[in-house]
Each structure stands twice: as C-alpha cells, then as structure tokens.
C-alpha cells in the first residue's frame, strides 16, 4: 500500500515534469521558427543547417549574428517577465499582480528614460531612428530606482486591509499614469529626434538588445531564478495563508520583500533595454496555472518558459503580420493581453 | 514539555489575554477552551509567535522560544488554524509541505515517506492526488492535521480541529491526535468547543475567560460549577463508569 500510494504521487509529478519538456520542445521548435522568419526567406532546413555549421555562410552570417539576438532577447525578456509576474503573484497573494499590471515597468521605464535623455545615457546611432544606450548600467541603476520605488508604494499598499486585488490593480493604473505622464514631461523637453527614439522604445523593441545587453539580462535573471526555485516550497506555504506560513518557519518578513525587489531587478533590466513589454507576466502564469496547477515548483520554471513563447510567438507575429514592416511588440502584446486581462478581472470579482 | 508563562497581548488598545500561564507535559492533551472571542485562537498563535505576544515567554524543554528562528520555532512547534484558505496544491504535496522546516534545497525521500506513512494513519491515501479546493471541510481539517503530524513537532497546536467533522471524524480525529501524542511524546494544546469531546480525549482542561487563565483542572475535576462560571450557563457532570459527560441546560 505504502509503494503504491508514493508511485502514485511519483507518477503525478512526472507528469508535470512531462508537460514542462513538452513545452521546453515547444519553445525551441518556435526558436527555429523565428530564425527562420524574416526578409531573407530561409527554410527551416537552412536554419538548423546554419545552426550546426557556424561556418561563415551568409546564411550561418544572418542565422547567428542578424536574427539569434533577437530570438534571444525574446526569450531571456519572456522569461524574465513571465518569472517576475509568477513571483508577485504568490507573494502579493494576489493573481491580478505583475510587473505591468501594478505600474512598475512603467515605473522603471520613466528611470531609464530619465537617464536616457537628461543625463545623456543614450545616443543617437547615425540617421536611423535607433537609439543606443551608450551607458547601459546607468540607465539599468535608473530603471531599477523607478521599478523598485513603484514596488515599495505597492508593498506598502498590499499590508493596509482594505486592499483586495482588483484595489491593488487600480492602485497600479494611478501610479502608471503617474510614470506615463512624466515621461510624457521628459519627452516634451527633449529634442525631437530624442522624442522619436523614446516613442519607438516605449512600444517595446526586441531588435534593439544585442549580445552584451542580453548577457546583463541573463547575469541577473538566472540568480533571480535560483533565488525563486529555491523559495518554491515558501510560495506554496503562502498561498495557504501568512500565519499558516509563517507556522511552517518561512520567513515571511524577509521573503516577500526580497522576492518583490528581485522581481523589480528583473523587470527594470528587462525593461531598460527592450522597453515596455506588457502583459507576458500576467498572462503566462494564468496559462501555467490551468496546465500545472498552482504548485510553485512547477510553475516558476513553467511560467518562464511559456513567457518564452509568448513573447517569442509575439515577436513572430509582429515580423509576419504586415512583413516587412515590423509592428512594435509592446503594443502587440497590449492588444492581445488587455482583453485577457479584463477576462481575469471579471473572473476576479465572481470568485472573490 | 511546554511552559507558558505570563502572556499578554493586545490588539491595538484592546487588551485580549492578559497574563496567561500553565504548563503541559509530554504526550498530554490539553483542550483549551472558552467563549467566542474569550482568546483562545490569539493565545494558540502567540505560542507559536505567529504573532508577538507584548510580554510573557513560552519555555519548551527547557528552551526559551523568545530568540529562536522561524525555522527553529517550526520544529517543535506545529499549527492547524481555525481556518485554511483552499488552495490549488495537490494533497499530497500540501502534507509534504509539513517537511519544510527540515529541508534545505528540496525534498527527498524520506520527506516522501513521511509523508506517506501519515497519509495511511489518517486514511487520506484515497485522496492524496485531489487538489485542495476540491474538498469538503472536514477533509482538509484532516489534511491540515496530517501535515502538522508530518512536521513531527514536540508541540501541536490545534485551533477548532473538529468543527468541520462529523460525529464520527471527530472522534477519529481525536483518537489519532491523543495516539500521536503518546506514541511520539508529543505535547497536544487543542481549541475545542465540545465538552463531551474534551472531556474523552483531554488529559487536562484549560478554561480561558475574557483573556484571563480562570482555571486549569485534571478531566475528572470539572464540574458544573466551572463550566457555569466560563460560559454562563447551567450544566451538570455525571460519571458513568471512567466516562464523564456533560448536560447542558438545568
Ligand atoms: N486582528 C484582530 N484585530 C483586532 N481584534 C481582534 C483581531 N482578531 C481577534 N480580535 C479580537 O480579539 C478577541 C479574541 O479573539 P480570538 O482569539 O480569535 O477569540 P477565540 O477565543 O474565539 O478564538 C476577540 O474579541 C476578537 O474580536
Ligand atoms: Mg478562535
């Protein structure tokens, strides 16, 4: 019976473990998808060719250096939004929270336009209408000032009783608008070739994150993750209650503040390089939860990868949808999410 | 061996325990019991310091638990609240969840096997892959219980374990709870409101009284003097045989 009873529970989390590789195949067949999308038409078949070779080909040329960076940024920025949503989540105690939804991207992307403009972090790169980031930790330090006071102000607020969910939401439009409006100020004050580049990058641009950007987004994310992954069993505590998980020895008081800020961190240096992408965070954990359930050890790493695909789905799309013009992700995202997001509300409401 | 001594705690201005001591011993069941609102829920968390009591200290085995660690706490002390969100982890892993005090990294197989062994104890093995918001209330009561025994604490604290259980579970539940707490040495503080189930499965009574410790007897001390004062109605104890009951009403 005892054999039984633990085969049993062993085959339910093989199971999950299943579902995440299931989605992990998915992720990398998208990945070779995008490689493969893009003016210069390549098959499937050359890309994996290319993929392997890595031999100077002009096809190996557009495959490794034109499109990979690309393809990565949509992966690391997916996760690393997805993952910070997922945490805020578990322990704002809250399913309506993530990064855009309670103001910090917007917050973190009012820093770095901050120091983009006014203290000269940025720089025009030729005629294009591209911005590069001429000082990369500068404007990451300022995004994370922006992120992370947003964060604090939502801490803050999450502790007073009055607030539910859908409060705390409302709270995070006010404090969007708040963000929105100033660098709406910034722009006003900047010239105008300035306010062209920051209007593009507020939409949200994968293109514009190369090899060294998408390594800072990594060095952060990937401690971030162990941190979250090490923590599981903590978010499953919470959810069942502060005092139930405080009873369990987790270490409420530490824990939810350090989760906020890491996800603040992740969000800000997602949010510095690729702008303002919303709604991967929210969405991909409510995806999770109906494929996993709400068990955090599956559903960190799972939330990270399907942000991966969401975000690099969404990229595909944007290339695709009116080729070749490539329509900006953030709002694609915006459009896609805003109704999802209007769905979980109201589902809010009748569950709460 | 659990010794409180002298807990005071307030909610903002309004004084709910004050100056609350007594003492248990290993494997002794103590029920703790007292009106709604007499502070019986908020004496069971400043034991476990779930929340901060304003003085008072609580001694187990000798140890002050003023200075320890949550994670310390969390191994000699375990806690069923009165009520437990619904949430959407398998039972399973909500037991395994007891084992996280001990672990470091994640849980291996003897956390698992711990887990199993209550899960046969309690005879929830027909329910270990259902997720927790698909039970009823009385089921998770006996989940929350499996998981405080899989902590395998030197203190249990219970607030209401019974409220949701029908005759029969109720009865179960105490048996395994009074079983557990000899078996192991384990010392049972339980929240009840049922004095017939006090007086079967308690080893001593504690009444609280508007915060206040009013009395704490041996099960074949009660009578109806005690329970009038406490609750402010009429009832009598008769014994039959080693058995003792209580009627209420004149
Ligand atoms: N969070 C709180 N804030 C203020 N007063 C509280 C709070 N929780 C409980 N109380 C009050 O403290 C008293 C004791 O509550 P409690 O310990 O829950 O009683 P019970 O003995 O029924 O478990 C009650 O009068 C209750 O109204
Ligand atoms: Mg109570």
Redesign the pocket.
């Known amino acids: 019976m005892g054999r039984e009873g633990i085969e049993a529970y062993r085959g339910y989390m093989r199971h999950r473990y299943v579902a995440l590789l299931l989605l992990l195949c998915l992720l990398a067949a998208m990945a070779v998808v995008s490689l493969s999308a893009g003016s210069a038409s390549l098959s499937v078949i050359d890309v994996l060719k290319a993929l392997a070779s890595h031999d100077g080909s002009p096809e190996s040329i557009i495959v490794w250096n034109v499109r990979m960076p690309r393809v990565a940024a949509a992966i690391v920025v997916g996760a690393a939004l997805a993952m910070s949503g997922c945490v805020m989540q578990a322990v704002l105690h809250n399913p309506l929270a993530s990064s855009s939804t309670l103001g910090v991207s917007q917050g973190a992307s009012f820093g770095a336009a901050l120091a983009i403009t006014c203290l000269g972090a940025g720089m025009q790169s030729g005629g294009s209408a591209s911005l590069l980031i001429s000082e990369p930790y500068m404007v990451t330090l300022f995004a994370f000032i922006g992120g992370i006071s947003t964060t604090i102000v939502i801490l803050f607020l999450s502790r007073l009783r009055i607030a539910s969910p859908s409060v705390l939401v409302l709270a995070g439009v006010a404090i969007s608008s708040t963000f929105s409006g100033a660098t709406t100020l910034i722009q006003y004050f900047a010239d105008d070739v300035m306010v062209a580049s920051i209007v593009y990058w507020t939409f949200g641009n994968l293109g514009r994150a190369g090899w060294n950007e998408i390594a800072m987004i990594g060095a952060v994310c990937v401690p971030a993750f162990v941190f979250f992954m090490l923590s599981r069993w903590d978010y499953n505590a919470i959810e069942s209650g502060e005092y139930s998980a405080r009873s369990l020895g987790v270490n409420v008081g530490v824990l939810v503040p350090l989760s906020l800020g890491l996800s603040a961190l992740i969000t800000s240096v997602s949010v510095s390089f690729t702008g303002c992408i919303s709604f991967i965070g929210l969405i991909a954990p409510h995806v999770m939860r109906r494929i996993v359930g709400n068990d955090y050890r599956y559903l960190i790493p799972g939330s990270a990868i399907c942000g991966a695909v969401l975000l690099l789905v969404a990229d595909i799309a944007c290339r695709m949808i009116i080729s070749p013009v490539v329509l900006p992700i953030g709002a694609l995202t915006s459009f896609v999410g805003a109704p999802l997001f209007l769905c979980l509300i109201l589902r809010e409401r009748r569950v709460g | 061996m659990i010794d409180v001594r002298n807990i005071s705690f307030s ?2 201005q ?1 004084a ?1 325990l004050q100056d609350v001591s007594f003492s248990a011993g290993d494997g002794e069941v103590v029920g703790i019991l ?10 069971i968390t400043c034991i476990n310091r779930v929340r901060r009591p304003d003085s008072g200290d609580v001694i187990i085995d000798g140890l002050s638990t003023g200075s320890m660690k949550e994670r310390d706490i969390a191994r000699l002390i375990a806690y069923v609240p ?1 009520n437990t969100e619904a949430v959407r982890i398998s039972v399973f892993d909500s037991i395994l969840l007891g084992r996280r005090p001990y672990i470091r990294w994640g849980m291996g197989r003897e956390d698992i096997e711990a887990c199993q062994a209550v899960i046969e104890r309690i005879g929830l093995g027909s329910l270990q892959l259902r997720c927790m918001d698909e039970l009823s209330g009385g089921e998770m009561q006996k989940v929350m219980l499996a998981r405080a025994l899989v902590q395998k604490p030197r203190v249990m604290l219970l607030d209401e374990p019974t409220s949701n259980l029908d005759p029969r579970n109720q009865h179960e539940m105490m048996a395994i709870v009074r079983d557990m707490a000899r078996e192991e040495h384990i010392t049972v503080l339980a ?1 009840l409101h049922d004095l017939n189930l006090a007086l079967r499965f308690c080893d001593r009574l504690f009444f ?1 009284k508007d915060g206040r410790g009013f009395c704490c007897c041996g099960r074949d001390e009660v009578d109806g003097g005690i329970i009038r004062d406490v609750y402010g109605i009429d009832a009598e104890v008769f014994a039959a045989g080693d058995r003792r009951f209580v009627l209420i009403g004149g």
């Open positions: 909610y903002g309004k709910v007292g009106n709604n609102g007499a502070g019986k829920s908020t004496l009165q929240v609280l």
